[in-house]
């Protein structure tokens, strides 16, 4: 293992990281002066540990990135940047070290979720730093890295594809760099158009710019702790749901559209079974909150809330336009099982991938036919592709993987005295990154009620969900790190 190039690497990485603390600075400068210090230590620190990273990898040329110093890199890289994001709440005294990094973490891993029982716990400088990281994180930090770093050879691709997970998130345009930016260049296109939109609504500029970045990062960070309930505005509810849908489908379709190829569009299927799925949650919850008479709302309030909230658990965004932690037992259900599913491959959404779980169900289904007739010979096709066994076996090991860690980190959280279903609600809310769940935590609550360690564990399962499990548990191996190993 090339150790000096990693080093080099997240060096680099801790310098683009210290660019980005400039702006909660200026944000102090202008808006609450005593803060400053908070960021000017915090640029500090981040400055000098880029300094020790760069000296300890040296500089040499021609230097192969392969795939053990590519995951090496996306690893150590999201774990250094919780870290670091952390340093502002603590150089204030406003958090203690466990919940600095929980919210720190909650932020980049764009899960949402907040310990604070008040926003006004925070200076506004803070504010901007929550919401800053929650964008940055929703593209991936090393996304952004990937853009800025020099051209190394060979692993660039596997740490690609490891910020753009799914089953089947694949590049646009022939070099890493230039699908990296062109990804980069259409999220904040984005951001750009929802911010005028929202500003067009009457939402005051800083509520805006909070929900614009928010919404872009399929992430829930909201200026108000009951969500968009606080803006009662449908307006804002439809602009949000426009783009929790853009955010959440494959980004190279935007830039394909952009090139006039609509034979592609046309051709994808993932981002059809997505849309399919959320029209049937959508129909589902409308069903059950109004045959339920559900705090006596009318058809179209149940079909506005209806809607809203199947697109956002859907998304894994986790804003709330009602307190669906009151919603009949079944459609809570529904939100449940959303949280699983999640958004497209290629996107900034969360969760186990609508494409991984078209191909289990056809995958089940092709098993069944080869029972009933053992001499059959079925491909599973995944739109116009046909899904290579390997990859077949790929999704079916990461599902497992998924379910699994799902169970042991819900026994974990259980210890903390949480009732079952709540216990699995956070789980399955912190692994896909939807952030609110049901009970303590629901939409219009906090995590502020969770112990050191619940919120320890809570941690695990944010950064676990958001590197999609394999990444974090293969540099946790020791033989990792060996450098006797070859891979």
Known sequence: MDRGLIFRLLGQLSVAFTGILVIPLLAALIEDFEHVMLFVWSILCSGTLAFIFLSLGGSRPNQRLRTR????????????????????????????????????????????????????????????WRCLTHWCGGIGVIMLFIIIMPQVNGGTSTMFNAEMPGGFAERTLPRIRKSAAMICGVYFIMTCIELFLLLLGSVPVYQAINLALATMATGGFSYYHADLVSFHSVYV????????????????????????????????????????????????????????????????????????????????????????????????????????IGGCSGSTAGGIKISRMVVLAKAAWSELLRILHPNIIYSIKFGHRIVEPQRVGNITRFFFLYIIVFLVLTLAISLTGMGIMDSMGLIAACLSSVGPAFGIVGPTSTYADLSIYGRIVTIIAMILGRLEIFTLLIIARPSFWSQKRNW
């Open 237 to 340: 509810e439809i602009v949000a749901i426009i783009f929790m849908l853009i955010a959440s489908m494959n980004f190279s379709l935007y830039y394909r559209a952009f090139q006039g190829d609509w034979k592609f569009i046309r051709d994808e299927s993932e981002y059809k079974y997505y849309l399919g799925v959320l029209a049937l949650a959508s129909v589902c919850l409308t069903a059950n909150l109004y045959s339920s008479n559900y705090n006596n709302y009318s058809f179209w309030q149940c079909l506005r809330y209806g809607i809203f909230h199947a697109v956002s658990i859907g998304s894994t965004t986790g804003f709330a336009a009602d307190d669906f932690n009151n919603w009949p037992s079944f459609s809570r259900y529904v939100l449940f099982m959303l949280m699983f």
């Open 69 to 128: 110093e590519a995951l090496a890199v996306v690893g150590c890289g999201w774990l250094l940047v919780c870290l670091l994001g952390a340093l502002p709440y603590l150089w204030g005294g406003i958090l203690d070290p466990v919940t600095a990094i929980f919210e720190s973490v909650s932020g980049f891993t764009t899960t949402g979720v907040t310990t604070a029982r008040s926003f006004e716990e925070f200076p506004k400088s803070i504010l901007v």
